[in-house]
C-alpha cells in the first residue's frame, strides 16, 4: 500500500508559477512510476505529467509542455511538478498518482491516487 499526499496549491495569478509536491509512504518509492493528473469543475479528469522510475523519462499533456517540470527526489520520497507561466485553464484540484508497474498517460495505469490539491489560477 502506498500513501500520496499532496501539497502546494493555491490561488495565484495569471503568469505566476507554483510548484506542487507529493510524499509518498508505505512502499520502496523509487520502485514506482508516478504522475499528476487534474480535474476542473464540469470536466473530465485528464493527465498532466509522468516521471518513469528512471528520473530521465518523463511524459506531458500537450497542454503544459513547455510549461511544467515533473522531477522526483527518491531520497526525499518525493514528487514535483513545477508549473511556470500558469493560465486560468489550469486551473483544477491536481491529483499525484503512483503505479509500482508500468507508466503513461492512461489513468487505469496508475493504482495508488492523492487526496488532491486545489490549483486556482486568476485572470
Known amino acids: 500500500q502506498v500513501q500520496l499526499v499532496e501539497s502546494g496549491g493555491g490561488l495565484v495569478q495569471a503568469g505566476d508559477s507554483l510548484t506542487l509536491s507529493c510524499t509518498a509512504s508505505?512502499?520502496?518509492?523509487?520502485?514506482?512510476?508516478m504522475g499528476w493528473f487534474r480535474q476542473a469543475p464540469g470536466k473530465e479528469r485528464e493527465f498532466v505529467a509522468a516521471?518513469?522510475?528512471?528520473?530521465?523519462?518523463?511524459i506531458y499533456a500537450d497542454s503544459v509542455k513547455g510549461r511544467f517540470t515533473i522531477s522526483r527526489d527518491n531520497a526525499k520520497n518525493t514528487v514535483y511538478l513545477q508549473m511556470n507561466s500558469l493560465k486560468p485553464e489550469d486551473t483544477a484540484v491536481y491529483y499525484c498518482?503512483?503505479?509500482?508497474?508500468?507508466?503513461?498517460?492512461?489513468?487505469?495505469?496508475?493504482?495508488?491516487w492523492g487526496q488532491g490539491t486545489q490549483v486556482t489560477v486568476s485572470s
Open positions: 516521471i518513469a522510475w528512471s528520473i530521465s523519462n518523463t
Open positions: 508505505g512502499r520502496t518509492f523509487s520502485d514506482y512510476s
Open positions: 498518482v503512483a503505479s509500482p508497474t508500468g507508466w503513461g498517460s492512461s489513468a487505469y495505469m496508475y493504482r495508488y
